[in-house]
């Protein structure tokens, strides 16, 4: 019987790869060789070279909506990406591509469609971003996270699935958080996810309530690369990491409450483990729009706490921070049963269906 290839792709955030991730155990149980396209120096290579799965790089060109010299010269880096996926697909020869977006998957997609190679995508905001914009009139499905999206893409291709989460996050160890952040069960938990530096308002609002906070709750805060406070360090409660890997799915059972930007596939994880949450989307001068809109819909149906930071009336700082945690810490059992009647599917084992669905329509129409 001939073994099944899929190649995905995805890249230039970890939203756009960890989605991936969560589909290799399913997609290697169910008989199917992987390999990955991604960039040269993408985060997706590091990710994905983690998973001991075959793992090539292409050129691409970043596409922007605002301008910049480069504008000039990646469209030929994109040209040269299709070039370089076409030879890659033609050698693989996969039954399937799987696309979670960012700028690296649209040579894939367009190479794949010059072949007739079948792709599916997943689009994880409520608007689609630009790159799936260009890929999304090749693709044969378009899977979502949010009812909303459908509208924006065409009846026939979309399907609601939810957004891959990994496995491993849902198996976190409550007393091993807590261990590791050197804290006791005496005082409720907060998690902040800062990430990258597009939260470096977010790390330093919670810093500014940080002795407040303090008096209720201990706090775990991952900051960021190069964002550790190091005057913060030892302060009892208070815990600081840049990044955390292995461990995360044990400080996510340590947590209460967590506040987070608004980034689709990090509120799907958040749903998914039912978190009681506090969400600062990205404003629209740095980004565009698309977590404002992710974050209105979760609050809209009862799921989030949202903190603007374009609201002029209402200040972005320490005074809202701790608004917002109190109301949420004091509401926790409502928010924690409207996340749990949200009726959250099971994407990876959706998604998964659907890939074998179109790779059996492929073999049967040879």
Excluded: W
């Amino acid at each position: 019987m001939k073994k099944k290839k899929i190649i995905l792709t995805g890249g230039g955030t970890a939203g756009h790869v960890t989605p991936n991730i969560a589909l290799l155990p399913l997609l290697l149980e169910g008989g199917y060789e992987v390999a990955y396209i991604g960039s040269v120096n993408g985060i997706e290579r590091e990710l994905i070279t983690e998973q001991k799965i075959a793992y090539f790089a292409i050129s691409s060109g970043k596409l922007r909506r605002y301008f910049d010299l480069k504008n000039l010269t990646d469209p030929f880096r994109v040209l040269k990406g299709i070039s370089e996926a076409r030879k890659l697909l033609k050698t693989i020869r996969p039954d399937v591509v799987f696309s979670k977006g960012g700028f690296v998957a649209v040579p894939v997609v367009l190479a794949a469609s010059s072949l007739k190679i079948p792709v599916i995508i997943h689009e994880s905001d409520l608007t689609p971003g630009l790159s799936n914009k260009i890929a999304i009139p090749k693709a044969q499905k378009v899977c979502c996270n949010f009812p909303e999206t459908m509208e924006y893409l065409p009846k026939e291709k979309a399907v609601l699935t939810g957004s891959p989460i990994r496995a491993e996050l849902l198996q976190g160890d409550r007393a091993k958080g807590l261990n590791i952040c050197g804290f006791t069960n005496e005082k409720p938990v907060i998690m902040v996810i800062g990430g990258s530096s597009g939260a470096r308002s977010v790390n330093e609002a919670v810093r500014e309530a940080l002795p407040e906070l303090l008096n209720r709750f201990s706090v775990i805060h991952i900051c960021g690369a190069d964002m550790v406070d190091n005057a913060l360090e030892g302060i009892a409660g208070y815990r600081q990491f840049e990044y955390v890997k292995g461990d995360l799915r044990h400080l996510f059972a340590a947590a209460d409450i967590v506040i987070s930007r608004a980034g689709a596939n990090a509120i799907c994880e958040i749903l998914a483990l039912r978190k009681p949450n506090i969400l600062v989307p990205l404003p629209s001068s740095a980004s565009r729009g698309d977590q404002i809109l992710n974050a209105a819909s979760f609050e809209k149906q009862g799921f989030s706490y949202v903190v603007s930071e374009e609201n002029p009336g209402r200040p972005f700082g320490a005074g809202a921070i701790l608004k917002a945690v109190n109301h949420v810490y004091d509401h926790m059992e409502e928010y924690k049963k409207t996340m749990e009647g949200s009726g959250a599917m099971n994407a990876v084992e959706t998604i998964y269906n659907l890939i074998n669905e179109t790779v059996e329509t492929r073999n049967n129409s040879k």
